[in-house]
């Protein structure tokens, strides 16, 4: 063969460094999808052998109120029914969601439309402070000091749903603040200059332009925040009371998913059905996360389908 011609057809340095580097990243991938399938395949194994190995029912388990996997009803069934657990998480979770998603947006008005500089060098370092306290340092400061705080106030033990989401709204705070302080940046600039121009105020643009065009982004924060709430466990596990009961109001002890796990997990013999019962809890819990990033993908399409 021509020298030249031999040259001109070898591979590149650069070329091998670039097939190189799709091997190793196709090798990565594989392995991240290899892996999220072996978590999704081992806990629905472990879960789905409480309706097919010990034969509970599956509307059972979501609908009653008696939550003793060790103990059995006068029909001789066992009780695992996981609604307190339910209801519980989905308290928490859409509580604090409601109570951080304004002041979130408050917040990211001022660092965006009404001081960005001074909002920026205050509001900044405060989030990044919140993101980086660990979970139990929350729970030890909702202990100490929302929890009595709830007793003065209203009466009972002080801990329940409402100590339980006071928790999570600081927790999930800086998540949903900086999602919609980057949904608010992301407006164009000439849609603030066109309501400007036709002679709306600053108010008036913040309200009914700027806060519109970003509102996909904002529920993507509020989504994300909703999510870590919902999986959550050693904060809540210390403030909420952790009893398996279904709640009748918001200052009475409750329980999540994330607290009955971590408490009885430790203490159930693998195989048995109190141990395949906090399975299918866990699975539950999956499933929920697994909700949470579907609505997060179908809110940013209908953002961009919106724009």
Known sequence: MDPIKASLLKKSRAAKSETRGKLISLFCISLIVFIVLAIFYFVASKGLATFFKDKINLGRFLTQSNWNPSLKDSHGRPEVGALPMIMGSFGVTFLAALLATPFAIGAGIFMTEISPKRGEKLLQPVMEL?????????????????????????????????????????MILPTVTSMTVDALKSVPRHYREASLALGATRWQTT???????????????????????????????????????????????????????????????????????????????????????????????????GR
């Open 207 to 305: 309200w009914k332009v700027v806060l519109k065009a970003a509102t996909p982004g904002i529920l993507t924060g509020v989504v994300f925040g909703m999510a870590r709430a919902f999986g959550e466990a050693l904060a809540v596990q210390m403030v909420i009371g952790n009893a398996a009961l279904l709640p009748h109001n918001l200052i009475t002890p409750a329980s999540t998913l994330t607290s009955v796990l971590t408490m009885g997990i430790g203490n159930t013999v693998m195989g048995s059905l109190a141990n395949n019962a906090l399975w299918s809890l866990a699975l539950l819990l999956l499933l929920m996360s697994l909700l949470f990033n579907l609505l997060v993908r179908l809110i940013g399409r209908k953002g961009a389908m």
């Open 130 to 170: 919140l993101v980086g306290i660990p979970s139990v340092v929350y729970g030890f400061i909702g202990l100490s000091v929302i929890v009595p705080a709830v007793r003065r106030l209203f009466g009972g033990s002080g801990f329940g749903i409402l100590a339980g989401t006071c928790v999570l709204f600081v």
